[in-house]
Antibody
Framework: EVQLVETGGGLIQPGGSLRLSCAAS????????MSWVRQAPGKGLEWVSV???????YYADSVKGRFTISRDNSKNTLYLQMNSLRAEDTAVYYC???????????????WGQGTLVTVSS | QSALTQPRSVSGSPGQSVTISCTGT?????????VSWYQQHPGKAPKLMIY???KRPSGVPDRFSGSKSGNTASLTISGLQAEDEADYYC???????????FGTGTKVTVL
């Protein structure tokens, strides 16, 4: 069964750092495009970052320079390192596999259950 | 990158059809045939319903259909059922550097 499980969320003070993990089963992370999407409380979905199978990474302007997406092939796990956290980063963070036919585009499936990050003093 | 525009809410009685619009620009919806739609029930993770504008994953009922015209994509739910009551989000690819952009979300209410 294809599954994603996020961990690492919690309460963190503004300016702090946190690393989220997303353990995959049923498929190989390094052979796929993988992404992070977040959802602030009561708000809509916001794309955060993507890592291509070749290793290229891209970020939303709102997190560029503060967040880093990476993966550990030996652990089949995706990560999101979040630095200089702000109150507006408070959200449920989902990881998702990006399926696609061409080299670009794609759709998100499946999604993990999400992990809540709360940035507050 | 601004969010794609969706109506805040739509509603219909069981058995009726509802259509949700998703309006973007020529840099996202209008520029690529990479529009997907997601269903989200309260407290749950989003679920893929439509990909590549109009393709339906296995397991998704055929009463869900997608289309696109210019800068606007649409999701139609035919034969509305109680379990279809949820939030729906569109998403479009917007180029390598911009990545992906989601819609503002639409709450579907079954009357």
């Amino acid at each position: 069964e294809v599954q994603l499980v996020e961990t690492g969320g919690g309460l963190i003070q503004p300016g702090g750092s946190l690393r989220l993990s997303c353990a995959a089963s049923g498929f190989t992370v390094s052979s796929n495009y993988m992404s992070w999407v977040r959802q602030a409380p009561g708000k809509g979905l916001e794309w955060v970052s993507v890592i291509y199978s070749g290793g290229s990474t891209y970020y939303a302007d709102s997190v560029k320079g503060r967040f880093t997406i990476s993966r550990d092939n030996s652990k089949n796990t995706l990560y999101l390192q979040m630095n200089s956290l702000r109150a507006e980063d408070t959200a449920v963070y989902y990881c998702a596999r990006v399926l696609r036919v061409a080299a670009t585009g794609g759709w998100f499936d499946p999604w993990g259950q999400g992990t809540l990050v709360t940035v507050s003093s | 990158q601004s969010a794609l525009t969706q109506p805040r809410s739509v509603s219909g009685s069981p058995g009726q059809s509802v259509t949700i619009s998703c309006t973007g620009t020529s840099s996202d919806v209008g520029g690529y045939n990479y529009v997907s739609w997601y269903q989200q029930h309260p407290g749950k993770a989003p679920k893929l319903m439509i990909y590549d504008v109009s393709k339906r994953p296995s397991g998704v009922p055929d009463r869900f259909s997608g289309s696109k015209s210019g800068n606007t994509a649409s999701l139609t739910i035919s034969g509305l059922q109680a379990e279809d009551e949820a939030d729906y989000y569109c998403c479009s690819y917007a180029g390598s550097y911009t990545g992906y952009v989601f819609g503002t979300g639409t709450k579907v209410t079954v009357l």
